[in-house]
């Protein structure tokens, strides 16, 4: 690749404009249009470093602060650390089993609208929703779109797991489903190929993108990431994200398996549909912030429920727990500690499992 | 390197932090004590996705709308765009063939003083100045310094072209000079190595930098570039940035004999100090934005002087020439073409020279 295209490193856009690298742009047109039914040209597509600069670019075009935006209630922290720093008003809407609720979605847009506030945007993680990891049906994403369409409030869709769904189809996009540009879709590589790479990418209509260009003045993204995907993959995504997901599933089997053992009823959680976390609940008198700090302490990296909720309080007996980069064995061994120190400071779970042994 | 350490992809920081890949730092640290006489820790240098990225960090930690900053009346297009769109009052204080003016900004800060406006910081591109091509001399930094610890403003240092010197040294940064936190130092990769890298990097205290790491959510700067740059620079780089001076130089004299040629006297400039421009003055009644765009459709790319002053009417007789990319057929080609253009509009040069021919 370097030795064919190294030459263009010499220039900011990589001769490809300021969207990104054509070819990779090309390639996730065609995936799009594969996996997630969008039907989109490689010029609606923005590369971003990481779908967090999708996030911080809609956030900057379309937000100021006072403004009100809709989330769904347990969120992905970092979009709710951003929005606060924005100075946004944050309207937290319920979750079920089929993600953002369409009925509690009403009722807030309804009440929003009798108080004269039109939301700028509601965000939305409808495939292996964070943290919870379920999938939102056709169904309920079609009621969200019919609800974004009648309340005029754009739908700013986050697919960044959507590769991750363990039976490895995932239900069309609605970017796709929509048929005009009242969605925004971002996704990334972050979860399917690499982290560090900083590699995402946004879609959106020219109105939009034309205004997040115009404040896209960081020089690119990274190039030799954009070249490297181009390059590799078209013959190989599919063969490694397969791969991938049954690595995870395993990983995410040893988890439950460890709480099982080591919490016992003491844990509730439902099985993830797919993605690199687990949602757990754990019983009154648990207080996660604190479980959080004392965990790290003895090197358990957990990340507590009041960060992934937009009501702090109501995630204290929630934690967020990551399978996918550690290895079995210490997943294992993270899920023991974790219960014990819960049983040291909480009484939870009420006896240690391993004191049975 | 991939090999070695592939597997640290995996995670958002390469495993070294969020200050960026711990090897990049190790060698910008030694760098910048042998060629800036900067003394600092790598804990003390943050990795930046090109030193744009450090502006912007710098701006957002430190900038409200309504501050006043001081920056020079020529200096880089891309810091007074940014300023703008902050809000920020930019007060532009003049250079000479030394770099900023310290008798001007001692006028400027004692004029701000009296309106008891305390401004938050005083910008500056000392070392190839970017548009003038100069390098500010060791006394005249030593005189801002004074200044800015008089006034109580802290230094912003830009040395992104710093490595470009023709004759091979840099006086020493203000950032080594001073011995408090009053300055913020940035550089970047992007002029020596290539921009589509997007690797730059930042030096503050930790009083500083602990606000910017705090908003630095991007998930860390491009990892695999950070890599190479780490496994390329100890052996490569002194020999590589040799080589370019000498390239860049050579494209700087075709340049210059280009437009002696296609401009004679017309054309105005001082011979720059190091670098990847020509800062060029043409005579009363040329519009350098309108020649900018003139000679765009004619596919020859140039900077107007408005963009790159901070008074932008003074800045409609100036030009601002790239040579470092275009070889040196593609510079001549692009100087009798802007020559041409030049003639045809605003009548300058008198009589085009190919006319003599």
Chains 1, 2 share one sequence.
């Not at 065609?30 to 956030?59: F, W």
């Not at 009648?150 to 048929?179: H, K, N």
């Not at 959080?292 to 929630?318: C, F, H, Y």
Request: with cysteine; aromatic share 6%; charged share 25%.
């Amino acid at each position: 690749m370097l030795k064919r295209e190294g030459r263009t490193l010499s220039t900011y856009g990589l001769e490809s404009g300021p969207l990104g690298y054509h070819p990779l742009r090309e390639y996730i047109a065609r995936k799009l249009a594969r996996d997630a039914g969008i039907t989109c040209s490689p010029d609606e597509i923005l590369v971003t470093s990481g779908s967090l600069q999708g996030l911080d670019l809609v956030n900057q075009v379309l937000l100021s602060p006072g403004d009100t935006v809709i989330v769904e209630q347990m969120t992905y922290g970092g979009a709710i650390t951003r929005l606060k720093r924005l100075g946004v008003n944050i309207v937290g809407v319920e979750v079920d089993h089929d993600g953002l609720s369409g009925a509690a979605l009403k009722t807030a847009l309804e009440d929003l609208k009798r108080r004269g506030i039109r939301p700028k945007y509601i965000y939305t993680i409808p495939t292996v929703q964070n943290p919870t990891a379920t999938v939102m049906s056709t169904t309920r994403r079609a009621e969200i779109l019919g609800l974004s369409a009648i309340y005029g409030v754009p739908v700013f869709e986050d697919e960044c797991y959507a590769d991750l769904v363990w039976e490895g189809t995932r239900p069309q996009a609605m970017r796709g489903m929509s048929q005009d540009e009242r969605v925004i879709h971002i996704g990334s590589f972050s979860k399917s190929i690499a982290p560090a790479l900083r590699i995402g990418y946004l879609v959106a209509g020219w109105p939009l993108m034309s205004r997040i260009l115009a404040i896209k003045s960081d020089g690119g993204s990274g190039a030799i990431e954009q070249m490297i995907l181009a390059e590799y993959c078209p013959d190989h995504f599919d063969t490694h994200v397969r791969a991938l997901r049954k690595t995870l599933r395993r990983k995410l089997d040893v988890m439950i398996e460890a709480l099982r053992v080591q919490f016992g009823p003491a844990a509730e959680f439902a099985d993830p549909a797919g993605g690199i976390f687990l949602w757990v609940k754990l019983p009154d008198g648990v207080d996660t912030t604190r479980l959080t700090q004392m965990a790290l302490q003895s090197g358990v990296a957990i990340n507590p429920g009041a960060e992934w909720m937009t009501d702090a309080g109501a995630g204290r007996k929630r934690i967020r727990l990551c399978f996918a980069h550690p290895s079995e064995q210490v997943i294992r061994e993270g899920v023991a500690s974790l219960a014990g120190i819960c049983h040291r400071e909480f009484a939870v779970p009420a006896r240690h499992a391993k004191e049975h042994r």
